[in-house]
């Protein structure tokens, strides 16, 4: 039989059907997909392009606006820096590799650099080929030998050489190249055994190094019209489900798979009305599992599913609004189980792991447990409903609320009493649904609103063992409902605690025989038995913008949580009289609110949050988180309820369930590191640091790296040779220490709460001391102090001995002085009465009487002048330079008196020496020189003139005494009694007298030594 070419008609319906078949059978319902975003400040709206963690647990992002490190709360930025070539070739970077080392590959638009995270000095790698450099766009692969390759753009591959740190070229795949269309290499990957498989414009080459053979495999897709230019394809992966399958990105033909087994190529399209050049594009794709595959796909992210081969509707990506996606997802990394996503402007988003089996149940805005299994629900706004659902959580059933879409009331609260019927706490009244007889009927609320009142309730609806309900009416307050005589009161009414009952918010059991009640302003127990509000405590600590109190949960033993919205959480016990609050605990995050709680069988209070879940401990006061970056299916929670068994189902934008026993919330191993020290305000880096003496003031910057938790966790820091213990040090990141003494010092810091065996963050670092306090100086300082106090002791009690020895000398001086003046007084003084007492007598017998007057008076007035003078002698008043010059001058006068000479003085006494005293005998002596002086001269010279001049200074008194007489000889041999009293005088005051007489006069000059005026009095 011969085979006849087919009409065209046939041909025609196999073309269809063939494209059909590589087209997009249909949209499937958007996959269970946690895409959530991560919230990076300073990340620049830019072009992410590559994604990767080392091996600290840093996450490195590549854009075009240069390479960024991020541990979960900083952002480092690397940049290209002219002129230095320890920094990236370039800012735009596409992919980055790490090797087994720990050092990661960076591929650049300028080439090819390698870097350590811990030193972060880049090093450039030159592609080499014929001997020069042929440095452009470029991307890393790394084979399962830890063998490095790179593809530069319409250059060729390049093989890493460890010793010369270069690109070498591998010519075999340049040649294949330039027989193909488009010579550009775009990427490559590597099989298990070492092939590898380089994408082109056009194709697929295969190398095998071992052999150094090459073999092309041209593309040509299917559903795109004949013409077309080459097809683009660029980041081949192999399937992690099966060996044999390479998956390609394309520009135009959406995602390529190539079978290594057939060499054939087969491609998807999601678009089939837009020209191939601005539709199916895919610029990133990872696997998910399950012939599952994550595409970003050209404005948008979509799941492949190769089992139906269809594409998912749109993933949410929880843009701002608005913020148009204007480039797709364009990269994608995968690490311990997350898939980290790089979009083009929008930011990094991660798709986490699931903390445990949180079931998805049917949608209700209300639950409660029912008592058969399963669960009652209501839903609100739109659809208006009753919804009974099974044990797994789907819906069995629903029944219309009856006219709440005429009427518009709301059902907000639900439970299911002990004779199965099912009570709904609506705003319309209380709402009963027979199961039995499948209807529903209102139950009047007599006895507790007036009559025509509207019957409007509040949001919570108990009911005790005893079978009474208890709601909350609006306006009312707790209201109860009697079933033995079917019957609604208040019972309360009356007491003087209306207004404040008036304000509650919620009900609860506490006990058999007391109930919480969640109050506006505080919360309260109310005693069931005796109708008596037992207690009510406000908010312990109301200020502005304080919020009410939102949940009271209740434990065994009359422990009480009340959470608030902002404020945190208040505990509090109460004893079977009062309500005492124990402790406050200030939530770390300000800005989460909560929102419903409860409590599980351990005595945890499980909470909802605007950001999700938290566990709260009141024994510890810790708080545990759960979110959607711990793998929470939704971004926040309002409402939580216990199940029978004990787990719990949390509402969201979904309802799901989980048992709270389930879930690890043990910390992780989560490392800490140092970031930097400041001194004085300027940065120093380094992990062992020597620092001058001034820097005392140290301020130092540590995180945790935890990309994920960050704003959740609390540290510990130590100063070793500073704290004696750890420090809690709350959710800072930073650690200060002013006035530090010199020393050494070790900075540590942990994560609070973290298991054994967690990084610590460690620095050390040393304030050397000054050369003044190091130790030997301070040695010699004590020494050197002791020898001063020692000699300054030795000098003041020195310096004291020789003043006590001065005061006696000066003693024995003024003694000597007073015995002398004693000796004339009775000598002078004794002498002169004696002859006027003789002249006295012999005026009795004598006839020459007037003669003897006359010499008894001239002898009283000359006794009365010695007297005066040795008065004056030994009066301390007149001791004073001042006094003495005084006393001097009038001498002077009196003996100048009615005399025919004249009289020139000159008495001056040094500034600063007119209360320094003159001692007795100076003073007495000197005037008995100068009265001897003026004696002399005047009874033997007969001058005409006569100058005194005489000086007082510290040290000495200076006397200076002429005349203009007839003069005397003196070289002769004997001394007439007036030059000897002169000579006597002055040598008994241990002074020098030197004497000048000629025809032109007589001159004297006494000089005679005073002591220290400072041992002499000051007054």
Not at 389 to 404: K, T
Not at 829 to 839: E, F, H, M, R, Y
């Given at each position: 039989?011969r085979?006849?070419t087919?009409?065209?008609?046939?041909?025609?319906?196999?073309?269809?059907?063939?494209?059909?078949?590589?087209?997009?059978?249909?949209?499937v319902?958007?996959s269970?997909?946690?895409?959530?975003?991560?919230?990076?400040?300073?990340?620049?709206?830019?072009?992410i392009?590559?994604?990767?963690k080392d091996?600290d647990?840093?996450?490195?992002?590549g854009?075009?606006?240069?390479?960024?490190?991020?541990?979960?709360?900083?952002?480092?930025?690397?940049?290209?820096?002219?002129?230095?070539s320890?920094?990236?070739p370039?800012?735009?970077?596409f992919s980055l590799?790490p090797d087994?080392?720990?050092?990661?590959?960076?591929?650049?638009?300028?080439?090819?650099?390698?870097?350590?995270p811990r030193?972060?000095?880049?090093r450039?790698v030159?592609?080499?080929r014929?001997g020069?450099r042929?440095?452009?766009?470029?991307?890393?692969?790394r084979?399962?030998?830890d063998?490095?390759?790179?593809?530069?753009?319409?250059e060729?591959v390049?093989r890493?050489?460890?010793?010369?740190?270069?690109?070498?070229?591998?010519?075999?795949?340049?040649?294949?190249?330039?027989?193909?269309r488009?010579?550009?290499?775009?990427?490559?990957?590597?099989d298990?055994?070492?092939?590898?498989?380089?994408?082109?414009d056009?194709?697929?080459?295969r190398?095998?190094?071992?052999?150094?053979?090459t073999?092309?495999?041209?593309?040509?897709?299917?559903?795109?019209?004949?013409?077309?230019?080459?097809i683009t394809?660029?980041?081949p992966?192999?399937d992690?489900?099966?060996?044999?399958?390479?998956?390609?990105?394309?520009?135009?033909?959406?995602?390529?798979?190539f079978d290594?087994?057939?060499?054939?190529?087969?491609?998807?399209?999601?678009e089939r009305e837009k020209p191939?050049?601005?539709s199916?594009?895919?610029?990133?794709?990872?696997?998910?599992?399950?012939?599952?595959?994550?595409?970003g796909?050209?404005h948008?992210?979509?799941?492949?599913?190769?089992?139906?081969?269809?594409?998912?509707e749109?993933?949410?990506?929880?843009?701002?609004?608005?913020?148009?996606l204007?480039?797709?997802?364009?990269?994608?990394?995968r690490?311990n189980g997350q898939?980290?996503?790089?979009s083009?402007?929008?930011?990094v988003?991660?798709?986490?792991?699931?903390?445990?089996?949180?079931?998805?149940?049917?949608?209700?805005?209300?639950?409660c447990p029912?008592?058969?299994?399963?669960?009652?629900?209501?839903?609100?706004?739109?659809q208006r409903?009753?919804?009974?659902?099974?044990?797994?959580?789907?819906?069995?059933?629903?029944?219309?609320?009856?006219?709440?879409?005429?009427?518009g009331?709301?059902?907000f609260?639900?439970?299911?009493?002990?004779?199965?019927?099912?009570?709904?706490?609506?705003?319309?009244?209380?709402?009963?649904?027979d199961?039995?007889k499948?209807?529903?009927?209102w139950?009047?609320?007599?006895?507790?609103?007036?009559?025509g009142?509207?019957?409007?309730?509040g949001?919570d609806?108990?009911?005790?063992?005893?079978?009474e309900?208890?709601?909350?009416g609006?306006?009312?307050?707790p209201?109860?409902?009697?079933?033995?005589n079917d019957?609604?009161?208040i019972?309360w009414?009356?007491?003087?605690?209306?207004t404040?009952l008036?304000?509650?918010?919620g009900?609860?059991t506490?006990?058999?025989?007391?109930?919480?009640l969640?109050?506006?302003?505080?919360a309260?127990?109310?005693?069931?038995?005796?109708?008596?509000?037992?207690?009510?405590?406000?908010?312990?600590?109301?200020?502005?913008?304080?919020?009410?109190?939102?949940a009271?949960?209740?434990h065994?033993a009359g422990?009480?949580?009340?959470v608030?919205?902002?404020?945190?959480?208040y505990?509090?016990?109460?004893?079977?009289?009062?309500l005492?609050v124990?402790?406050?605990?200030?939530?770390p995050?300000?800005?989460?609110?909560?929102h419903?709680a409860?409590?599980?069988?351990?005595?945890?209070?499980?909470?909802?949050?605007?950001?999700?879940?938290?566990?709260?401990?009141?024994?510890?006061?810790s708080?545990?988180h759960?979110?959607?970056?711990?793998?929470?299916p939704?971004?926040?929670?309002f409402?939580?309820?216990?199940?029978a068994?004990?787990?719990?189902?949390?509402r969201?934008?979904?309802?799901l369930?989980?048992?709270?026993?389930s879930i690890d919330?043990?910390?992780p191993?989560?490392?800490?590191?140092?970031?930097?020290l400041?001194?004085?305000?300027?940065?120093?880096?380094?992990?062992?640091?020597?620092?001058?003496?001034?820097?005392?003031?140290?301020?130092?910057?540590?995180?945790?790296?935890?990309?994920?938790?960050?704003?959740?966790i609390?540290?510990?820091?130590q100063?070793?040779?500073?704290?004696?213990?750890w420090?809690?040090?709350?959710?800072?990141?930073?650690?200060?220490?002013?006035?530090l003494?010199?020393?050494?010092?070790?900075?540590?810091t942990?994560v609070?709460?973290?298991?054994?065996?967690?990084t610590?963050?460690?620095?050390r670092?040393?304030?050397?001391?000054?050369?003044?306090q190091?130790w030997w100086f301070r040695?010699?300082?004590v020494?050197f102090?002791?020898l001063?106090?020692?000699?300054?002791?030795?000098?003041i009690?020195?310096?004291?001995?020789?003043?006590?020895?001065?005061?006696?000398?000066?003693?024995k001086?003024?003694?000597?002085?007073r015995?002398?003046?004693?000796?004339?007084?009775?000598?002078?003084i004794?002498s002169?009465l004696?002859?006027?007492?003789?002249?006295?007598?012999?005026?009795?017998?004598?006839?020459?009487?007037?003669r003897?007057t006359?010499?008894?008076?001239s002898?009283?007035?000359?006794?009365?002048?010695?007297?005066?003078?040795?008065?004056?002698?030994?009066?301390?008043?007149?001791?004073?330079?001042?006094h003495f010059?005084?006393?001097?001058?009038?001498?002077l006068?009196?003996q100048?008196?009615?005399?025919n000479?004249?009289?020139?003085?000159?008495?001056?006494?040094?500034?600063?020496?007119?209360?320094?005293?003159?001692?007795?005998d100076?003073?007495?002596?000197?005037?008995l020189?100068?009265?001897?002086?003026?004696?002399?001269?005047?009874?033997?010279?007969?001058p005409?003139?006569v100058?005194v001049?005489?000086?007082i200074?510290?040290a000495?008194?200076?006397l200076?005494?002429?005349?203009d007489?007839?003069?005397?000889?003196?070289?002769a041999?004997t001394?007439?009694?007036g030059?000897?009293?002169?000579?006597?005088?002055?040598?008994?005051?241990?002074?020098t007298?030197?004497?000048?007489?000629?025809?032109?006069?007589?001159?004297?000059?006494?000089?005679?030594?005073?002591?220290?005026p400072t041992f002499?009095?000051?007054?």
């Amino acid at each position: 039989m011969r085979w006849r070419t087919p009409p065209l008609p046939i041909l025609g319906c196999v073309t269809i059907g063939l494209l059909a078949a590589q087209a997009v059978v249909g949209q499937v319902a958007p996959s269970n997909i946690n895409l959530v975003p991560i919230a990076i400040p300073a990340l620049p709206r830019c072009d992410i392009h590559a994604m990767l963690k080392d091996t600290d647990g840093f996450l490195w992002i590549g854009t075009h606006e240069g390479l960024f490190r991020y541990d979960g709360s900083n952002l480092d930025v690397y940049r290209k820096v002219p002129g230095d070539s320890t920094s990236l070739p370039d800012d735009r970077i596409f992919s980055l590799v790490p090797d087994a080392q720990g050092r990661i590959g960076v591929a650049t638009m300028a080439g090819v650099c390698t870097f350590h995270p811990r030193e972060t000095n880049f090093r450039r790698v030159h592609y080499l080929r014929e001997g020069k450099r042929h440095d452009r766009e470029s991307r890393l692969h790394r084979d399962a030998s830890d063998q490095l390759w790179a593809s530069f753009y319409n250059e060729g591959v390049g093989r890493y050489d460890t010793a010369s740190n270069t690109f070498t070229d591998v010519p075999r795949i340049r040649e294949a190249a330039k027989h193909l269309r488009g010579r550009r290499c775009t990427a490559l990957t590597s099989d298990k055994d070492g092939t590898l498989w380089i994408t082109n414009d056009g194709g697929l080459l295969r190398y095998a190094p071992d052999t150094d053979q090459t073999e092309f495999f041209p593309y040509a897709p299917i559903g795109l019209a004949p013409g077309h230019p080459p097809i683009t394809l660029s980041d081949p992966q192999m399937d992690p489900e099966d060996p044999n399958l390479i998956w390609m990105e394309s520009w135009g033909s959406g995602i390529v798979r190539f079978d290594k087994r057939t060499g054939a190529f087969k491609n998807w399209l999601h678009e089939r009305e837009k020209p191939w050049n601005v539709s199916n594009i895919v610029f990133s794709f990872s696997p998910l599992g399950k012939g599952r595959w994550l595409v970003g796909f050209d404005h948008r992210l979509r799941v492949f599913d190769t089992n139906t081969e269809s594409f998912s509707e749109p993933v949410d990506m929880n843009l701002p609004q608005p913020t148009p996606l204007e480039y797709p997802v364009l990269s994608q990394y995968r690490h311990n189980g997350q898939l980290w996503i790089g979009s083009g402007g929008v930011g990094v988003y991660m798709i986490p792991d699931a903390p445990c089996d949180m079931v998805p149940l049917a949608h209700a805005n209300y639950l409660c447990p029912a008592r058969a299994g399963g669960y009652w629900g209501s839903t609100i706004y739109e659809q208006r409903r009753l919804r009974r659902l099974d044990d797994q959580g789907s819906l069995l059933f629903e029944r219309p609320l009856p006219d709440a879409d005429k009427s518009g009331y709301e059902a907000f609260r639900l439970v299911e009493r002990q004779d199965g019927e099912v009570w709904l706490s609506t705003t319309a009244g209380l709402l009963v649904y027979d199961p039995v007889k499948d209807a529903f009927h209102w139950k009047a609320m007599n006895g507790a609103f007036e009559a025509g009142a509207p019957e409007q309730l509040g949001y919570d609806i108990v009911e005790q063992a005893n079978g009474e309900m208890w709601t909350i009416g609006w306006a009312k307050g707790p209201i109860r409902y009697s079933p033995t005589n079917d019957r609604w009161d208040i019972p309360w009414r009356g007491q003087p605690i209306d207004t404040l009952l008036i304000g509650t918010q919620g009900v609860g059991t506490l006990d058999a025989d007391h109930l919480w009640l969640r109050l506006y302003i505080g919360a309260g127990i109310l005693n069931t038995r005796t109708m008596q509000l037992e207690h009510i405590m406000t908010e312990p600590n109301p200020g502005p913008g304080t919020q009410p109190i939102t949940a009271v949960v209740a434990h065994d033993a009359g422990r009480m949580d009340l959470v608030t919205a902002t404020n945190g959480i208040y505990t509090a016990q109460y004893d079977g009289e009062q309500l005492a609050v124990t402790g406050h605990f200030q939530h770390p995050n300000n800005t989460e609110k909560f929102h419903e709680a409860t409590t599980d069988s351990r005595g945890y209070t499980w909470i909802t949050t605007s950001h999700g879940l938290v566990r709260f401990d009141g024994r510890t006061g810790s708080f545990d988180h759960l979110r959607a970056v711990s793998g929470l299916p939704v971004q926040s929670a309002f409402g939580i309820i216990n199940d029978a068994d004990g787990s719990m189902v949390i509402r969201g934008s979904k309802l799901l369930r989980f048992h709270p026993d389930s879930i690890d919330f043990s910390l992780p191993r989560t490392p800490v590191y140092i970031r930097q020290l400041s001194v004085n305000g300027a940065r120093r880096h380094g992990s062992e640091l020597s620092l001058p003496y001034d820097s005392s003031s140290v301020s130092i910057e540590y995180a945790a790296i935890a990309l994920t938790n960050a704003e959740d966790i609390r540290y510990e820091v130590q100063l070793k040779g500073y704290d004696p213990h750890w420090v809690d040090n709350g959710t800072r990141r930073t650690a200060s220490y002013i006035n530090l003494p010199p020393g050494a010092y070790t900075f540590l810091t942990r994560v609070k709460g973290a298991p054994e065996g967690s990084t610590v963050g460690a620095l050390r670092f040393t304030i050397h001391p000054a050369w003044w306090q190091r130790w030997w100086f301070r040695s010699a300082a004590v020494l050197f102090s002791m020898l001063m106090v020692f000699l300054l002791s030795r000098y003041i009690l020195r310096l004291q001995y020789e003043r006590r020895i001065a005061a006696l000398e000066q003693e024995k001086a003024v003694g000597a002085v007073r015995t002398r003046i004693a000796r004339d007084i009775h000598d002078d003084i004794g002498s002169g009465l004696t002859k006027i007492a003789l002249l006295s007598r012999e005026l009795h017998t004598s006839a020459d009487k007037e003669r003897l007057t006359a010499n008894i008076a001239s002898a009283s007035t000359e006794l009365i002048g010695q007297l005066g003078d040795i008065i004056w002698t030994v009066n301390p008043a007149q001791d004073h330079a001042e006094h003495f010059m005084a006393y001097v001058r009038d001498q002077l006068g009196r003996q100048f008196e009615e005399m025919n000479v004249d009289l020139t003085t000159d008495l001056t006494i040094e500034p600063g020496m007119e209360h320094r005293d003159v001692p007795p005998d100076v003073k007495r002596n000197v005037m008995l020189i100068l009265k001897e002086m003026v004696a002399n001269a005047l009874k033997h010279a007969h001058p005409r003139k006569v100058e005194v001049r005489l000086t007082i200074n510290a040290a000495a008194l200076l006397l200076h005494f002429a005349d203009d007489g007839c003069g005397f000889d003196v070289q002769a041999t004997t001394l007439g009694n007036g030059r000897g009293n002169l000579q006597r005088r002055c040598n008994e005051l241990g002074g020098t007298l030197s004497v000048v007489s000629d025809a032109t006069g007589t001159r004297y000059t006494l000089q005679v030594p005073l002591p220290d005026p400072t041992f002499m009095r000051a007054t």
